[in-house]
């Protein structure tokens, strides 16, 4: 159903119509059922490829680790006076 929140950003001013099933529907863009990106998450899955089926998952990216605890640079030096 179409919600309507054109006068207030939290409630619907068709509440009552959307309850009611007399509401307009709302249209869903046909590339969300044809891209690849939004059907293979959905629709397709994803498969193991792992040749042993109880492995340990590989190590973390430790590049990725370090940009996250890098610390922030030193603060600029206090002006002199």
Known sequence: MDVDYSTNAMI???TDQILSG???RSTVNPYYYS???HIKPRYKGTQ???T???AP???P???FAEVLVTPPPPPP???IG
């Open 52 to 54: 042993e089926p109880d």
């Open 61 to 63: 990216d430790l590049a």
């Open 35 to 37: 891209l690849e990106r």
């Open 57 to 59: 998952p590989p190590p």
């Open 22 to 24: 007399l509401a307009t």
């Open 12 to 14: 619907a001013i068709n």
């Open 77 to 79: 030096p206090a002006p």
């Open 48 to 50: 193991n490829i792992s």
